[in-house]
């Protein structure tokens, strides 16, 4: 006679634990490496292999665990040492040397070697806590929470820590049941859409056809954005679970999830935990020894951008070119294969298990009236701690770029003099695209928006998938906008016309803008443009594309008109309105490091001996402003270009 669900679990739990180390250290020495694609990107295989090295030298016996992604990517490679009778440590921005130094103090010399610590992960009397830090106090880690603790290539360290609990329980209620207690909860979609979740699942449960099918959208294709990303990497088995609750909530038995290929480490991660998953009998026929079937199917899309909408998703999964439909009628009622069809976000579906395990009470405790519970946002651009936050919806912009971001970093400058101090140049923060490249610009005076849904849009941007690119005082607004246009100018598809040919022109019209060509006409003509395109574009990737242009003609039309009027960029940064030149005041004889650094020879030493720039051979590329010592800093940019003063020409036979 076959177990029962809970004994059938219960047994799998009893398993894991026994093969879970754990991070108190009761389990002997294990060191924790981040090892996602932001960590082997900073060179953390690098430290893996130092610390299996070093112990091995020191003949220390320890278990080594990669793990996935904390969100703190801004200190990467990062570790967390769990050693009995300390707390575990974790720390940042480790080095394959830093990493032999920590071992050889740690257990030779019961030295924690605490300046390179970000802190214990557990309450101690001797090392204080990552929590006790601005960028950890105001997180509320709830989609998170796994991410950077187990081994996401273990489905023993998902159970251990609750995972599949919450299919458990689903697997009891009944299918209408699960759906009202997404909608107590309050969810909704959280790739960037807001649609009420349970609406979704409600419609699809109700559709007559058979059979119905499920599909995880995993194509995260903004730039600066790697909330999916991460979570796939880090934490799988979370979307696993939440897909076969869905499954089993509209009556569907396979499911997909579409994800980019440019993400192979996603991919490997998630075919491992399916095929893990498929091996306890979590997925596949009569699950868990219940009624329940559900299986999942890896498809990976060639990574454009227009595939992350629904209609073009599924017509890339049927494949056919990736180019959206009009709706109605929406999937849920006809999607993939003309079926009923569910499709949500990564984060959504990692959503539910949590859900479910803790009842929607707890997910509706945070947040702010008409978003509940959490939100995950990229921190990307010109701010100190990059990487991924979760807040409760209702967190400020401010609170999110600046109490726990760390704000905008200053420039650092070295100096050529021995024992002179790097120079710090401070830079002001400008503002916040949030929602990727169909998002918004914000200006500062809307950081204390609550972050929601709704009161994003009412600024003119958009949640979007939740990537927020700060910007400081030398980033353009106009270049700005022209650069995210651009961006959705080559992801369209190119099947309406509006979307194809309206936002070539726009594109068109800003280039002329950061050049000096435009004309006063042409802002008026963006505005009428960019309404157009919005309301006559098939789908979200033409609706949106021209919020950038709007959002900045909004709150900073005062750099348009100088672009326009003055032929000035006020921020120095569009290349045709800005010409380098070289201080004589601040200018040393004796320093040539400009020159060196000029890839096109357009510094020259004058008469005098001091440097100058031909600005026929100059290409902009401020390696001269770079190479400058901080001592002199005799370098600067000047816009508009006119206002250049004359220099001593270019002699070819100097007399010296």
Not at 69 to 81: I, K, S
Not at 101 to 106: E, S
Not at 283 to 301: A, C, E, H, P, T
Request: hydrophobic residues 35%; contains cysteine.
């Amino acid at each position: 006679m076959e177990m029962a669900v809970k004994e059938r679990f219960e047994e799998l739990r009893k398993n894991a634990l026994s093969d879970f180390p754990g991070m108190n250290g009761k389990k002997g020495v294990t060191i924790y490496v981040g090892t996602a694609t932001c960590g082997r990107s900073a060179g953390s295989l690098e430290v893996l292999s130092s610390f299996e090295d070093i112990l091995k030298t020191l003949k220390i016996e320890a278990r080594i665990v990669q793990v996935g992604c904390h969100g703190h990517c801004y200190a990467e490679p990062m570790a967390v040492v769990s050693k009995p009778g300390w707390p575990p440590i974790m720390y940042g921005y480790l080095t394959p040397n830093r990493t032999q130094i920590l071992i050889k103090r740690f257990f030779n010399e019961e030295d924690p070697a605490l300046e390179w610590a970000l802190g214990a992960i557990e309450e101690n009397d001797m090392v204080p806590t990552v929590y006790e830090t601005p960028r950890w106090s105001k997180e509320r880690r709830w989609l998170l929470k796994n991410c950077g603790y187990i081994d996401p290539e273990n489905i023993n360290h998902y159970i251990a820590v609750g995972g599949y609990e919450g299919l458990t329980y689903a697997i009891e209620m009944e299918s209408r049941g699960i759906i009202e207690e997404i909608e107590a909860a309050g969810l909704r979609g959280l790739g960037g859409a807001g649609f009420d979740t349970w609406k979704k699942w409600d419609i699809c449960r109700d559709a007559p056809e058979f059979p119905k099918y499920l599909i995880c959208n995993a194509d995260e294709g903004d730039p600066g954005a790697f909330m999916d990303r991460t979570i796939m990497e880090s934490d799988p088995h979370s979307i696993i679970e939440g897909m076969i609750i869905a499954g089993y909530a509209i009556g569907a038995e396979s499911g997909y999830v579409y994800i980019r290929k440019e993400y192979p480490q996603a991919v490997s991660v998630l075919t491992t935990a399916v095929y893990q998953a498929r091996e306890l009998g979590l997925l596949g026929k009569n699950i868990l020894n219940s009624k329940i079937s559900f299986d999942i199917k890896i498809n990976q899309g060639a990574g454009a951008f227009v595939c992350g909408e629904e209609t073009a998703l599924i017509a890339s999964i049927e494949g056919k070119r990736g180019m959206p439909k009009p709706r109605p009628p929406y999937p849920a009622n006809r999607g993939l294969w003309e079926k009923p069809t569910l499709i949500n976000n990564v984060k959504t579906l990692a959503s539910i298990p949590k859900i479910i395990t803790y009842g929607a009470g707890k997910v509706s405790s945070v947040g702010m009236e008409g978003c509940m519970g959490t939100a995950v946002f990229a921190l990307a651009g010109k701010i100190k701690n990059a990487g991924l936050v979760e807040i409760p919806f209702g967190t400020t912009l401010r609170e999110i770029i600046f109490d726990i971001g760390g704000g905008v970093p200053p420039i650092i400058k070295t100096s050529n003099v021995a024992g002179e101090l790097p120079k710090t140049i401070k830079r002001q923060f400008k503002a916040v695209q949030i929602g990727g490249p169909s998002g918004g610009c914000l200006p500062e005076s809307l950081l204390d928006t609550p972050v929601c849904f709704d009161t994003i849009v009412d600024t003119g941007a958009i949640m979007g998938s939740g990537g927020m690119v700060v910007l400081d005082e030398d980033n353009c607004a106009v270049e700005t906008a022209r650069y995210f246009l651009e961006f959705t100018q080559k992801e369209s598809c190119g099947k309406c016309t509006f979307c194809r040919i309206g936002t070539k022109h726009m594109l068109d019209i800003l280039t002329d803008i950061t050049k000096g060509a435009g004309a006063m006409e042409d802002l008026c003509l963006l505005e009428e443009l960019a309404e157009t395109i919005k309301q006559g574009s098939l789908c979200n990737l033409g609706k949106t594309a021209p919020n950038p242009i709007l959002t900045t003609l909004s709150y900073f039309r005062e750099e348009y008109e100088a672009h326009i009027l003055d032929k000035r960029c006020p921020s120095l940064e569009c290349k045709d309105l800005v010409a380098y030149y070289i201080l004589p005041e601040k200018c040393q004889r004796a320093c040539d490091a400009c020159v060196g650094s000029c890839p096109t020879e357009a510094i020259y030493t004058r008469r005098d001996r001091l440097k100058a720039i031909e600005q026929k051979k100059c290409v902009k590329c401020a390696s001269c402003m770079d190479a400058c010592p901080a001592q002199y800093d005799a370098v600067v940019k000047i816009s508009p270009v006119s206002e250049l003063p004359e220099s001593e020409p270019r002699y070819d036979n100097p007399p010296y």
